[in-house]
């Protein structure tokens, strides 16, 4: 090796290599963040899709036209869909959260359905419901931290200012949207 030759000392090149991990410890769970928020508009879609194509073909098909409607009814129309993920037990995942799943049961008698996140991170908080409160009759949001909060109903204004303070840190939230 020629004496005139010069480099980086071991020193400077452990430096910027610590320098660069620095930067990507901070900055990886910032961009999940954002790759988790930019979700919540096409799975809120998705989703109302399903409500429509659900309301549309109840028709007047009774006193009870959502008697026994469930989460396979969810699974078959989004088997083909890229926001949504079937599983093979036939849940369905939202992607909003970490293993969060999408569930779909009748209430009041079959007059209505319930609409229900698990699993939500607060990221989704409160677009999620304010995609979806078009849709939904009410809506209630908890966590696992604290109450339920109904945030949509009769007498109740939507607020996203409330979905959000409803919300807790984490994929630990949930929405149920009633919907008749």
């Known amino acids: 090796m020629r004496r005139d030759q010069r480099g980086f000392s071991l020193i400077e090149v452990s430096i910027v290599t610590a320098?660069?991990?620095?930067?990507?410890?901070?900055?990886?769970?910032?961009?999940?963040?954002y790759v988790m928020e930019n979700k919540v508009p096409k799975v809120g879609q998705e989703l109302a899709r399903f409500v429509m194509h659900t309301r549309v073909n109840a028709g007047t098909?009774?006193?009870?036209?959502?008697?026994?409607?469930?989460?396979?009814?969810?699974?078959?129309?989004?088997?083909?869909?890229?926001?949504?993920?079937?599983?093979?037990d036939g849940s369905v995942l939202h992607g909003l959260g970490s293993g969060g799943s999408v569930e779909i049961e009748p209430t009041d008698g079959g007059t209505g359905f319930l609409l229900r996140l698990r699993q939500v991170n607060h990221v989704a908080c409160p677009s999620i419901a304010s995609v979806l409160q078009r849709v939904a009759d009410r809506i209630i949001v908890s966590s696992d931290a604290g109450p339920a909060q109904t945030v949509k109903d009769a007498?109740?204004?939507?607020?996203?200012?409330?979905?959000e303070s409803a919300c807790t840190k984490g994929d630990v939230n949930q929405f149920v949207f009633h919907v008749h």
Do not use: H, K, R, W
């Open 155 to 163: 007498n109740i204004v939507y607020s996203a200012l409330a979905a």
């Open 61 to 88: 098909s009774g006193e009870a036209p959502y008697d026994g409607i469930s989460t396979q009814n969810l699974a078959a129309l989004v088997a083909d869909s890229t926001v949504l993920t079937m599983t093979t």
């Open 19 to 33: 320098i660069v991990l620095l930067i990507a410890v901070i900055g990886i769970p910032a961009i999940g963040g």
